[in-house]
């Protein structure tokens, strides 16, 4: 797949420059970058940006934070063949699970604009199903240190390869553009079993209306698993003979570890308002699931900021709620201690895997020069019991229902 | 007599040289700005609507339905932008950066020079730009919109 996309790349990169005039083809290389610490006051509960990453802020045992988790650096190459055929090219060094260059790959497209108000794009694209889910890498473009953690964390693949149509009108004092898309995403996920090289194909429709000051987007998203998380270990004991003789219907449970050939189902509403003063975003979005490994998530966040000459102050409220049905792992007619451990391994493993969170942040951009940005973020959250799914459990023996997590970086454009 | 007595008495050559250098740098500042295209261009006049929606990419056509092709003047660009957006440059960046690094829309390219401006106008059919009011030669270019030094900045 990745090589048929290499070679659609070249083919188009290279017919157009036969027949190019002495304005084209322009070129250009820009980027952007994020450096910033993150700190928690837990030990038990790592801290990640979303599911892509391998390290987590807090290490286990030791507390303190990390700069490997909100750090990033993308550079991207823009090619114009004419004006209505373009290409983009994006790479980010940042830590992602899987092939570090592959999966760091984020855009590899050709665009054809055969009208003004028509865009066609086929290649690797980012993922456009929610307000800021196509440039969450961008720190720059947006006032927090990192898009809501209740809300993005959950939205784990960044890219699919395939295509996308946007037609745009012009309807009252604004503009509408509809878009479908289609495609394959091959995304590598950290899960808490190894590595899940996830393979799925998708498609979905977005409406944006867009005005001088407001954007709102609704957007329908279905996707479907094509592979297995790596439950091999969990379904080695799952399946054991032996341990299904003394813990009867176990082998119940290998449905509720798997997440092949089920589907999700996103759909999102979303606004956001900026009028050089004032900058508002609202998102909420529920998540169908047929797996209760993922379980039925709904989520929203508001956030409210105020712009004071360079400096923007800023709050955010956020909530992720599963709705899992608690799955009862069987009891050992032994009470043996190695099968109580066993029961309690697949307990966390088919039953915390819902998030129940919300948080409330403060936080403020400095923006320090046109391209470069200073920013701080205190957040609080709150779990339910067995709620913190976001996050690496490091330590199941305690449980914190509330962790603070601050943070302080630079982001910049080039 | 009276004022001619306050101003000497008040003249220092070092604040006088301070200010006339001060007033050559920020020359360009306190001219007209006016937004040119092409001779072809298909637009008689525009409007500042017609200029603001062109800029933040989300009117990509002209009246001819031909794809518009806007460059900005570095000089210019953060009185232009104040006046058509009332945001400063910081935020018309980070505006562009979430358009442009999630692969939607590239901003309009940014050039130097005005000279390099004008041949670019020339030579596009489509472009539009703008650039102090002094460098206008109406043979060569159209002028599609004038923002007008004492102008208050636009609103929707």
Redesign the interface.
């Known amino acids: 797949m990745t090589k048929k996309l290499a070679l659609l790349l070249i083919a188009f990169l290279l017919s157009p420059i036969l027949q190019a005039d002495d304005q084209y083809p322009d070129w250009s290389v820009s980027g952007f970058g994020s450096f910033g610490y993150v700190g928690t006051d837990t030990n038990s509960l790592g801290f990640i940006r979303n599911r892509t990453q391998t390290k987590s802020a807090t290490k286990s045992g030791k507390g303190g934070g990390g700069v490997t988790t909100d750090s990033r650096l993308g550079i991207q190459l823009d090619v114009d063949f004419s004006d209505s055929l373009h290409t983009t090219v994006q790479w980010i060094a940042r830590d992602h699970a899987g092939d570090f260059f592959e999966q760091n790959l984020e855009l590899a497209f050709i665009s054809w604009r055969p009208a003004y108000d028509l865009d066609i794009r086929a290649g690797r694209l980012a993922l456009d199903t929610f307000l800021i889910s196509d440039h969450r890498n961008v720190g720059f473009s947006y006032p927090w240190m990192r898009p809501p953690h209740d809300f993005y964390t959950n939205i784990s693949a960044y890219h699919f390869d395939g295509a996308d149509i946007a037609k745009q009108f012009s309807l009252d004092s604004g503009y509408l553009t509809v878009k479908a898309f289609a495609g394959y995403g091959m995304n590598h996920f950290s899960v808490g079993l190894g590595v899940f090289d996830m393979d799925m194909p998708m498609t979905g429709i977005s409406l944006a209306y867009e005005t001088d000051n407001w954007l709102t987007k609704a957007v329908y998203n279905y996707q479907h698993f094509d592979t297995e998380i790596p439950n091999e270990p969990l379904l080695g004991l799952i399946n054991s003979p032996q341990l299904n003789a003394v813990m009867p219907g176990l082998s119940g449970l290998a449905p509720h570890v798997s997440l092949k050939d089920t589907n999700l189902h996103y759909m999102s509403l979303g606004t956001r308002y900026d009028d050089a003063v004032w900058l508002m975003h609202a998102e909420i979005s529920y998540l169908e699931s047929d797996t209760s490994l993922i379980g039925d998530v709904l989520s929203g966040y508001m956030s409210v900021g105020r712009r004071f000459s360079d400096v923007t102050l800023y709050s955010v409220y956020g909530i992720a709620h599963g709705f899992h049905r608690h799955v009862d792992v069987p009891t050992p007619v032994v009470a043996d201690p190695a099968l109580l451990g066993v029961q309690s391994l697949l307990d966390v493993a088919v039953n915390n895997n819902t998030p129940k969170q919300q948080s409330f942040s403060l936080g403020a951009r400095w923006d320090v020069h046109p391209k470069i940005a200073l920013k701080t973020q205190w957040v609080h959250y709150w779990f339910e019991e067995n709620g913190a799914a976001y996050w690496r459990h490091l330590d199941d023996t305690i449980k914190p229902n509330q962790v603070n997590v601050w943070s302080f970086g630079v982001d910049f454009i080039f | 007599m009276f004022g001619l007595l306050v101003w000497t008495s008040y003249f220092k050559p070092m604040k006088f040289i301070t200010l006339s250098l001060l007033l050559l740098f920020t020359s360009p500042l306190l001219a007209d700005i006016v937004v040119i295209g092409n001779l072809q261009n298909s637009n008689p006049v525009m409007s500042a609507r017609d200029v603001?929606e062109i800029y933040m990419g989300?009117?990509?056509?002209l009246a001819d339905?031909?794809?518009?092709?806007p460059i900005d003047n570095s000089d210019l660009r953060k009185e232009f932008y104040r006046y058509l957006?009332?945001?400063?440059?910081?935020?018309i960046?980070?505006?562009w950066?979430?358009l442009?690094?999630?692969?939607?829309r590239?901003p309009p390219e940014i050039l130097l020079d005005t000279k390099g401006i004008i041949s670019k106008v020339k030579?596009?059919k489509?472009a539009i730009a703008y650039i102090n009011d002094q460098y206008v030669e109406e043979s060569e270019v159209r002028i599609l919109f004038v923002i007008k030094e004492s102008d208050e900045p636009y609103q929707?």
């Not at chain 2, 989300?58 to 056509?61: P, T, V």
């Not at chain 2, 442009?100 to 939607?104: A, C, E, L, V």
């Open positions: 603001q989300r009117k990509r056509a339905n031909a794809i518009a092709y957006t009332h945001r400063p440059i910081a935020q960046n980070a505006y950066a979430r442009k690094f999630s692969g939607h590239a030579a596009n489509n929707n």
